[in-house]
């Protein structure tokens, strides 16, 4: 009789959206809610699938909030699970043990938190009624007889007279997880796990950084070989936010990822796997299940041919079509960066300065309905060299001297910043190289919003240095 379960991690239920400003409401709704969203949808699959537990490997929540709003929510979500004597197993991770109201909440019977103290094992589903009807402990007896075919279980080394056959019975699980005990955990927790229980499909449950016994990690950094000694069959990993599956045998170890992104840094579906086990080993590979309501993506769209103000739109609007087809109906968020050497590059850097750049863009995307929405545009043109500029005569001399002296300036301020990182040197305690030439092109720099007494400023800029200079001696004629 085969058995499913959810492996979760990284829900960030109570975590605002990063870098979104918007005055639209219903946006900043949809915005708002993505996570609950995704974490509904995640116990509508359980109840749909017939789960037999859930596994929740660390950050449920985010942060050091202390509003009880998102915690007494959730607490419903679980009470769902409840109804239908579905267990759900936490292991708190280091974003847990940031929240405040964390202590204040009442979990429903059906919720198993992890001690932080050492490792615990819970065996499904022997202690079922101690957890859910708060019943003494029951221990289902298996005759233990010699197996002769179990090439999938992790415990070949071991007397077959301690292995038991899991035909026609139900899937005994044995479910091993500690908590962090702090927001940061140098430790390696999963070194005092216990080993395997005989005769049971063994879960590791743990938030932690697989980078290597002794790495400098402060989030219960181990290994595969550590997590191999176990003899575990599966490790439900928190922590790192891309899904990634980190072996396949003779364990599988695997993070589901974050349940929705939440920035453009979290690109791609997120959700948490359907993990199927039969006769005491997977059936398959753990399924990915997408439950994000909102996914983000990063559109670079190259200006370099350019021509009018109606190829851009339809540039802008054919890669836009193509993104609401990527996100599957869900809502894209839409980071756009706009590149190539470009006759627009003036004209869109004034737009900027007037604070006007986003306008006609979030005006042509609102001709494809609500599905899109522009987080943020980033203008990284530049303007296209004369065909008459050479690499000598007085204009390209000065180009190539401004560039010389930017260079040697941010060397002095790397310098500096190595020397006094703490107070890094700003341009009025050094030299200023190229006063003579923002004499003469100060306020047309001024007007582009471009601060010479400003390192970033500076740093950002170095690239295009010589465009700038370009358009400055090209607008002063």
């Known amino acids: 009789m085969s058995l499913k379960f959810i492996h979760c991690a990284d829900l960030h239920l109570d975590s605002p959206m990063r870098g979104l400003g918007t005055t639209d409401p219903e946006i900043a709704a949809t915005i708002r809610d993505a996570s609950r969203r995704a974490f509904e949808r995640l116990i509508d699959v359980a109840l749909e699938e017939n789960v037999a ?13 202390d509003d009880l709003a998102t915690g007494l929510w959730t607490i419903r979500q679980l009470r769902r699970l409840e109804a239908r004597r579905v267990p759900v197993f936490i292991s708190l991770g280091n974003h847990d043990l940031q929240n405040k109201t964390l202590p204040k909440l009442t979990w ?40 002769a075919n179990f090439e999938n279980t992790l415990f070949g ?101 974050v349940l929705q992104g939440r920035h453009i840094r979290e690109p791609e579906p997120k959700g948490f796997y359907v993990v199927e086990i039969e006769n005491g080993a997977l059936v398959d590979a753990p399924r990915f299940v997408a439950v994000d309501s909102l996914r983000w993506f990063a559109l670079e769209l190259n200006l370099t041919q350019v021509a009018s103000e109606e190829e851009l739109r339809d540039r802008f609007l054919d890669a836009a079509r193509s993104i609401i087809d990527e996100a ?27 604070q006007t ?20 545009i980033e203008l990284k043109t530049t303007s296209p060299r004369p065909a008459t500029l050479g690499e000598t005569g007085i204009l390209g001399d000065l180009a190539a001297d401004f560039e010389r002296k930017i260079a040697e300036l ?37 007007e582009l919003g471009i601060d010479l007494d400003d390192p970033a400023t500076l740093r950002r800029w170095r690239e295009e240095a010589r465009e700038i200079l370009i358009d400055a001696f090209n607008d002063a004629e």
């Open 410 to 446: 941010s060397a002095r301020l790397a310098a500096s910043e190595k020397t006094q990182p703490a107070e890094p040197q700003t341009l009025e305690e050094a030299e200023r190289p190229f006063a003579d030439l923002e004499k003469r092109v100060g306020a047309y720099w001024r």
């Open 328 to 354: 599957e109906e869900r809502f894209a968020a839409v980071r756009l960066s706009l590149v190539g050497r470009t006759e627009w590059h003036r004209e869109l850097t004034q737009r900027r300065a007037r």
């Open 53 to 65: 537990f859930v596994v929740v490997a660390g950050d449920l929540f985010d942060g050091d909030w």
């Open 108 to 147: 429903p019977k059906n919720v198993k938190i992890f001690s932080d103290k050492k490792p615990e094992t819970f065996l499904y589903p022997d202690d079922l009624p101690r957890l859910l009807d708060g019943a003494p402990k029951r221990v289902r007896k298996t005759a233990a007889r010699p197996v």
């Open 157 to 257: 080394d071991l007397s077959e007279t301690a292995l038991s056959s899991f035909d026609g019975a139900p899937e005994r699980v044995a479910l091993t997880g500690q908590s962090f005990r702090a927001q940061f955990c140098p430790e390696n927790l999963a070194e005092n796990f216990p080993s395997a229980v005989p005769n049971a499909f063994n879960i590791g449950v743990l938030h932690t950084d697989v980078s290597g016994d002794g790495a400098a990690s402060r989030y219960a950094p181990t290994s595969l070989e550590t997590l191999n000694s176990k003899r575990y069959n599966y490790w439900a990993l928190g922590h790192v936010h891309r899904r990634q599956t980190l072996q396949t045998a003779p364990a599988w170890v695997g993070y589901p990822g």
């Open 357 to 376: 750049l986003g306008e006609t863009f979030r005006a042509w995307a609102l001709e494809l309905g609500d599905a899109l929405w522009l987080e943020e």
